[in-house]
């Protein structure tokens, strides 16, 4: 008959923790794996030994000491085997088992008490029952509801790899932690959107500063006072007269000599305050390099050059025309007349401006440069489509008489109309083949359509929704502020008009 192994230790109220089992060897006991908690095990109650408890508990036994890591973490013990942990000598835990040293030992923990044998770790110790898992079955748990930047700093702390995860759980996990990242990254590019070039606190120490700042709450922070706020709208109404006027330069009945007078006189008032508004914001800015890399400054920049070109143009060949008339007679077969137009027509980038102060522009233009591989896609397969249903239109209509679909890059028109489903209806098919193709093109248009339409809206919303709620925030707090400030001011008023004596002690 086969010898009956020994029995294990027992987890009933009688055991005495810390007692030495019976015959189990110290190699036995190395790779038995003890509970997490010592609170798990019932503790000795007995009435027999009640004065030698507190001995007892504070003598720890030297094959404990010599084949068991206690580990305390964030205030919980933990007892694993050297053995087991020495299977990862690159881990922390590994090191620490394995390394003789006692100095290196203490660099590895953040403090160790003699008298318990306790290397004592300031770490989160819910997510170290994972680790501690890790060690006693070799896989590495991963729950969802875990912060995947915490438990990523936490295992990198104790040195253990992703790696040592189930796969179908890694998986997961690192979709996740992409998820974050990339919401981590649009909220701080969300924050530098939303946040100017420069701050209040960055003209402190500097040359005028007090100007400087006045300066620049006046023209970057409409919230800051009344008078910045009517500077702001002033913008925007410059802005649209500035389009209205080139406009109505373009109607017939304008062209005359009082007409043209009077557009010429609003580009002119037009161009000084813009020229006013850029100088004023170029004053202010307490960088030169970071002034003229911003978007909007570029903008605000294109807005007034075309008014001082037209006229550094004008006065180079002045001299040249007897008469001022002659050159306007002149502009329309010179080719300084071809790029006086060109230069006038730049004007329309001016409406660009109104992207200042608005919400829903800005917006706008964070989503497309937040989704621009989607919009590049959708160019693409559009660019496919023209190409695929052209080709298909050509060789299938190409031999009926007094079709326009004579070569490829004629039909290139009708496939693009078609896949946009506008339908001019300027160049149709006449062939059953032709309309199955037009049918084919039409509905690959509808799909290609309808595709990232949903992305770019509910990623639109949710950009003006934050950009919008941070608006409303500032302007809010901005208000508060100038009230307590009119409080204090009011206050301050009183007292000198109650007090005006200020030596006057019982004021």
């Known amino acids: 008959m086969g010898r009956l192994g020994r029995r ?27 509970f997490a908690q010592d609170s798990l095990v019932k503790q000795w109650s007995s009435m027999q030994n009640v004065a030698d408890r507190s001995q007892e508990e504070s003598k720890v036994p030297v094959w404990r000491n010599k084949y068991f890591l206690n580990i305390n973490v964030g205030g919980k013990l933990f007892h694993i085997a050297c053995r087991v942990v020495a299977r990862y000598p690159v881990t922390r835990l590994g090191k620490l088992a394995t390394c003789s040293d006692p100095t290196k030992k203490l660099k590895l923990c953040d403090d160790y008490s003699v008298q318990k044998n306790e290397y004592f770790f300031d770490r989160d110790p819910s997510i170290f029952h994972y680790i501690f898992h890790f060690y006693c079955s070799g896989v590495l748990w991963i729950m969802d509801e875990m912060c995947p930047s915490n438990f990523v700093e936490e295992i990198e702390y104790w040195g253990i790899h ?58 970057e922070n409409p919230y800051s006072s009344v008078p910045a706020k009517i500077i702001a709208v002033m913008s925007s109404f410059f802005v649209l007269i500035s389009i ?37 914001r170029l004053i202010s800015s307490s960088s030169f390099k970071n002034f003229l890399r911003a978007a909007l400054n570029a903008i605000d920049l294109v807005a007034i050059l075309p008014f001082y070109i037209q006229i550094l143009f004008e006065n180079l060949d002045e001299g040249e025309t007897l008469y001022h008339e002659e050159l306007h ?6 080719k300084l007349g071809k790029v006086l137009k060109l230069i006038k027509l730049m004007r329309i980038f001016r409406i660009l401006k109104l992207a200042r102060h608005s919400t829903g522009l800005r917006a706008f233009g964070f989503t497309m440069r937040q989704c621009y591989q989607q919009v590049c896609c ?22 009926v008489p007094g079709t326009n ?3 490829i890059p004629y039909a290139w028109w009708w496939a693009a109309v078609s896949l946009s489903t506008v339908g001019y209806g300027d160049t149709v098919p006449d062939t059953v083949l032709g309309r199955i193709v037009a049918f084919g093109c039409i509905s ?41 400030r009119l409080k204090q001011r ?12 200020p030596r006057h002690v019982g004021c």
Not at 378 to 399: N, R, W, Y
Not at 446 to 466: E, H, Q, R, T, V
Not at 490 to 501: A, F, N, T
């Open 490 to 501: 009011i206050l301050q008023k009183v007292s000198q008009c109650c007090c005006p004596d």
């Open 162 to 219: 992703l790696k040592h995860s189930q796969r179908c759980c890694r998986i997961l996990f690192e979709e996740k932690q992409d998820e974050l990242s990339e919401y981590l990254k649009i909220q701080k590019e969300l924050e530098a959107e939303l946040e100017p070039m420069d701050s209040a606190g960055q003209f402190e120490g500097k040359c005028l500063g007090k100007f400087r700042r006045a300066i620049w709450n006046l023209i």
């Open 444 to 484: 690959f248009g509808i799909i290609l359509n309808g595709m990232p339409i949903s992305i770019l809206y509910n990623k639109f919303s949710d950009y003006y929704a934050k950009l919008k709620a941070h608006e409303n925030e500032s302007s809010l707090s901005l208000k508060l502020s100038r009230r307590l």
């Open 378 to 399: 959708l160019f693409l397969f559009i660019a496919m489509g023209v190409f695929t249903f052209s080709a298909l239109m050509h060789s299938v209509e190409h031999d």
């Open 329 to 334: 007679k002149m502009e329309n077969v010179s």
């Open 244 to 280: 209205v006027g080139m406009t109505l330069s373009t109607v017939e009945e304008m062209k005359h000599k009082t007409g043209k007078k009077w557009m010429e006189q609003m580009e002119m008032i037009c161009a000084i305050f813009f020229t006013s508004e850029y100088l004023m």
């Open 405 to 407: 679909f004579t070569s």
């Open 8 to 34: 294990r230790a027992s987890l009933c109220a009688s055991l005495k923790p810390g007692a030495r089992r019976g015959g189990r060897t110290p190699e036995e006991e190395e790779l038995h794996i003890p």
